[in-house]
């Protein structure tokens, strides 16, 4: 069949939205109208570079944050039918390898076989330009910047009709990496002192997560005044404009203590960034690194030796340590309860071809999340 897609032909170019041609699934795979996608930053390192090595050359098609209809399921697929609302997992879930088997389903094996962007199921392509040439799909095998697409059951979580899914397509990465970030990887508990750097997309659900949980105090720091706003909205009880404004603001916050927990999220990792925020962090805290660095970053500028006398805690958070079969239909239920707000992470909408103005928006510091949402 033909559907619409956004393109991204070569780095640091525009997305380009071309009309592609779209194979049926084959076995373990599933057909999905799409209904919406956000527009992570992590499809933006696709196109600095950022993640040069992890993930597809260009060209390629992009998205990984997305939700919607099943149109079609493949030989084998069990678990789904036609008019199942779906979640996309931008890490698939087999359920059965070790990670998954181990309540670790963020870190399955199966996220391994989509670094090419290929199917996970033989490693070929379904979808295919208008001179038939193969698109590798960006991040997670996904290609949610387009109208359908096809992918692995196992990148599927069946959700609720009643959930809208423009606003659920933001579960299939921002909301469960934020809010597990603090909720699973820092682990905050009632009481705890925690800091949030960078408030975006990722870092207003971990503001979200660390009040849910019972934070005493969540400083939002980022050099963005609307970002501080909305940060208040989230739950954050203070704000500040850098890293050096939040050290200075400690005796107040943290009784000089420095924070129980720090969670990184700004926009793109810096080795710099971090050694900074790791002053942040009191005795025995967790710092906790979320916003993805560069693969070409060879070393991180940290005074070890506070690793030992205060014992901090260093630690990486892919997918909120989450386990999106679980968390993803939970927070939707959060969600449902007025527990957890979606709507007012949703600044603007575009449709396919807002695409580049929603990522110039994201980088101007406009948006929360922009969201594409397809006209069918
Ligand atoms: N680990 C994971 O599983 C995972 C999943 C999704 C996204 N990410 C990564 O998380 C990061 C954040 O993504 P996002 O979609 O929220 O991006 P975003 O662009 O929406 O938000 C980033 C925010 O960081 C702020 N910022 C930039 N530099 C800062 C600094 N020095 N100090 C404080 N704030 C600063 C920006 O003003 C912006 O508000 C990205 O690197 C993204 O790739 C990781
Ligand atoms: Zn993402
Ligand atoms: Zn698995």
Redesign the pocket.
């Known amino acids: 069949m033909k559907t619409k897609a956004a393109i991204l032909r070569a780095r640091n170019t525009a997305w380009s939205v071309e009309e592609i041609e779209l194979d049926p699934p084959k076995a373990g795979e599933v057909l999905v109208k799409i209904v919406a996608s956000g527009m992570?930053?992590?499809d933006e390192?696709l196109v600095t570079g950022d993640l040069a090595g992890a993930t597809p050359e260009p060209p390629l098609l992009g998205g990984h944050e997305g939700a919607g209809i099943v149109m079609e399921v493949g030989a084998g697929v069990f678990s789904l039918v036609a008019g199942d609302h779906v979640v996309f997992g931008f890490i698939p879930a087999c359920g059965r390898c070790p990670s998954c088997a181990d309540g670790h389903s963020n870190l399955c094996d199966m996220g391994s076989l989509t670094a090419t962007g290929m199917q996970i199921s033989d490693g070929t392509a379904r979808h295919h330009a208008a001179d038939g040439s193969d698109l590798a799909l960006g991040i997670g095998s996904l290609g949610t910047f387009a109208h359908h697409t096809v992918v692995h059951e196992a990148s599927c979580i069946k959700i609720e009709k009643e959930i809208p899914l423009d606003k659920a397509c933001l579960l299939g990465?921002?909301v469960v990496?934020g809010w597990g970030s603090a909720v699973y990887a820092a682990d905050v508990q009632p009481g705890d002192t925690v800091a949030v750097?960078?408030?975006?997309?990722?870092?207003s659900n971990a503001i979200q997560g660390a009040k849910l949980a019972g934070a005493r105090v969540v400083a939002a720091?980022?050099?963005?005044e609307f970002?501080r706003e909305k940060a208040m909205e989230f739950g954050a009880t203070h704000t500040h404009a850098?890293?050096d404004d939040a050290l200075a603001a400690l005796p107040d916050t943290t009784w000089n203590r420095g924070f129980d927990k720090v969670i990184m999220?700004?926009?793109?990792?810096n080795g710099d960034?971090l050694g900074q925020a790791f002053w942040l962090g009191g005795k025995r805290s967790k710092i906790v690194v979320?916003?993805?660095h560069s693969t070409t970053e060879a070393s991180i500028a940290i005074p070890a030796v506070f690793l030992t006398v205060f014992e901090k805690q260093l630690i990486g958070?892919?997918?909120g340590s989450a386990n999106p079969r679980k968390d993803i239909p939970k927070l939707l239920e959060l969600y449902t309860q007025g527990l957890l707000d979606l709507d007012g992470l949703v600044t603007k909408t575009y449709p396919i071809e807002g695409i580049n103005e929603g990522y110039a928006d994201?980088n101007s510091?406009k948006n929360i999340r922009g969201v594409l949402v397809y006209e069918h």
């Open positions: 992570c930053h992590s390192h990465c921002g990496t750097v960078g408030c975006g997309g990722i870092g720091i980022d050099p963005v970002k850098s890293i999220t700004c926009g793109v990792g960034v979320t916003n993805i958070s892919l997918f994201m510091g």
